[in-house]
Structures are given as structure tokens and as C-alpha cells.
């Protein structure tokens, strides 16, 4: 190509390859690794009682993934913000009733939402518009954000806890799952149970 300098060409190549990469859901960040450690970080536990009950824990303060009475945690990074996650919030819901009404699975897996720099207000309005029924959790100074690896929204974390208490990353992807049954198939086959 005549004219046309060697260095634009390498950048308009690696522009076309960061499009497909980010397109294809591959995420350029130190997300959760799949066989590791979930890397760790404290919530504050709810003061909603139904929340509570369900996630096994009581009292005020703080707690840890391993400390969900779960054997799979399903964790959602989403934002207020994030036209995915308003338009799959359906879909998401549809995927936590699935769960609750089969038996073999309704105190094995539990679900989470991390809301990646919103105020406890925007994930509570979050919360409300979307008619989310599991426990969504504020991320408002992006300190999780930055531990998980500041991860794009929506993002998915499938997290087994062993019993010795330890945390094992089996699911890390980010975007949106197209169909309920089979990403909780995938779930369920990839965690074990």
C-alpha cells in the first residue's frame, strides 16, 4: 500500500482486533480466574430479615462469600447504569425463580448482586424498578470493583465454597447469558453439584 505508514497500519490492526476481542466477551482485566481463589472482600450484612434468612446469616456487620450457608454463589456485577443489566434484570429474576423452585438446587446455590459504583440508594431503586427478589449489595467507592479486577457489567462469578470454608472460582464471564436453563445447567455441571 503505497503511501500509507507501516505504524497505522499495526494500530488500525490491533484496533480491529481489540473490537472482535471486546465483541467475542473477552474482558482485558485481572478478572476472578477460573480454579483460584475468589479474592476477598467484606459486604455489609442486610438489615432486611427475608435477606438474611436467605443468604444464612444474622446480626450487624460484615461477611464474606464463604460465609453464605451455600454450596454455589452466583455473583452479578451489575450498575444501575448499565443499559444490559436493566434489559436483562428478566432474565436474570427468571434465573434466581428457576433456582427456588427446583428443590435439588434451592439451598445450594445462592445469588448475589454487586452494584459497581452506585449508592446504596441506586441499587435499592435498582432493586425495585427490576422487581430483583435476591439480595443486591452496594459497591458505592468501587472498592470490590477494584479487587474483582474492575470488571465491565453485567459480569458473572460462579464461586463454590469447599467445606473446609475455602472459595474456588469455577464460572468468570463477562455479558449476558442468552438462555436460563442452560447457563444453570452449565452452572450446576461446571460447580459439581
Not at 459497581?116 to 472498592?143: A, M, W
Not at 462469578?157 to 472459595?167: A, E, L
Amino acid at each position: 500500500m503505497k503511501g500509507v505508514h507501516k505504524p497505522l497500519i499495526c494500530c488500525a490492526a490491533f484496533a480491529i482486533f481489540l473490537l472482535v476481542a471486546t465483541h467475542a466477551g473477552l474482558a482485558f482485566t485481572n478478572a476472578p480466574a477460573i480454579g483460584e481463589s475468589l479474592p476477598p472482600f467484606k459486604l455489609l450484612i442486610p438489615q432486611d430479615a427475608r435477606a438474611e434468612r436467605y443468604l444464612g446469616l444474622s446480626g450487624p456487620g460484615q461477611f464474606t462469600i464463604a460465609q453464605i450457608e451455600a454450596k454455589v454463589v452466583i455473583i452479578q456485577i451489575f450498575s444501575m447504569y448499565c443499559p444490559v443489566c436493566q434489559k436483562e434484570a428478566f432474565r436474570v429474576n427468571k434465573l434466581y425463580s428457576t433456582i427456588q423452585k427446583r428443590k435439588d438446587l434451592k439451598d445450594k446455590i445462592k445469588m448475589i448482586g454487586i452494584g459497581t459504583g452506585n449508592t446504596p440508594f441506586e441499587v435499592g431503586f435498582f432493586q425495585k424498578k427490576y422487581e430483583v427478589d435476591f439480595p443486591l449489595f452496594s459497591d458505592e467507592n468501587l472498592s470490590i470493583h477494584q479487587i474483582l479486577g474492575e470488571l465491565r457489567t453485567p459480569y458473572f462469578i460462579g464461586v463454590k465454597i469447599n467445606r473446609d470454608g475455602s472459595t474456588e472460582v469455577f464460572y468468570s464471564r463477562l455479558g449476558q447469558f442468552r438462555d436460563v436453563n442452560s447457563f444453570l445447567k452449565r452452572i450446576v455441571e461446571l460447580s459439581g453439584l
